[in-house]
């Protein structure tokens, strides 16, 4: 079984600024990120497009997984720490986490953990945010070992199929 682990999870990782992606690697990002079925597709290209870093995992030439960090507008960062109830630590957080997503066959084998731990690697001193859903449990575990904490109170998301929502920052020492 931890064979079948390492086996799965050796690739190549390449954390990368939009700007210096090609259109291809933007849209491949792009197109994993929606079968994740955690997003709203509106608007998303032009999100991934201002985001901070992407990162992708490739195993041989499959695209694995991706995550990225980006800087959220302000009126949804707002709104989503006034939704959970913490609107006063809005102002310390100015980075999201996100759009975390592993092809199902390559799941379990420690894909996301390892690129969203090259990504935070990028950021030393930025406070950063994540949200989840309510019962992403696998999510949930991959922040809580990072040291994000879940803070406030669940809170509705309307688009989304699955609109309660967990909010989670980064504790750092
Ligand atoms: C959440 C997600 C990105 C995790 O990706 P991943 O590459 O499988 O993550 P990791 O392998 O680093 O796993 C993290 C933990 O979950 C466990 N895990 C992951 N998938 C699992 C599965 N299908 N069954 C059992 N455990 C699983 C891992 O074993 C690991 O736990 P461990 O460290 O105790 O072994 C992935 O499940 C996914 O793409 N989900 C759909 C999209 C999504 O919900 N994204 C999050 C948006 S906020």
């Known amino acids: ?6 086996q799965k999870k050796k690739g190549t990782q390449v954390i990368k600024r939009p700007d210096l992606c090609t259109a291809d690697e933007l849209r491949n990002f792009h197109g994993l990120v929606l079968s994740g079925g955690q997003v709203t597709r509106e608007r ?3 999100l991934i497009r201002r985001a901070i870093l ?17 800087t959220p507008r302000e009126s949804y960062k ?19 986490l996100g ?15 390892s690129l969203i731990q090259k990504l935070l690697n990028q950021m030393k001193d930025e406070k950063i945010f994540a949200t989840t859903a309510s019962d992403n449990f696998l999510m949930q575990r991959v922040l809580t070992r990072f040291g994000f ?14 609109p309660s929502k967990l909010l989670w920052c980064l504790e750092k020492d």
């Open 1 to 6: 079984m931890e064979k079948l682990k390492n």
């Open 149 to 162: 904490r879940q803070v406030g109170h669940a809170y509705g998301d309307p688009m989304l199929e699955s």
């Open 99 to 113: 759009w975390a997503v592993t092809r199902k066959e390559f799941q379990g084998s420690g894909i996301a953990t």
């Open 44 to 46: 998303l290209p032009e």
């Open 78 to 96: 707002n709104r989503v720490f006034r939704e959970a109830g913490v609107e006063h630590l809005s102002k310390q957080s100015h980075t999201e």
């Open 54 to 70: 992407l990162g992708f995992h490739y195993v041989g030439p499959r695209l694995a997984a991706v995550a990225g960090l980006k």
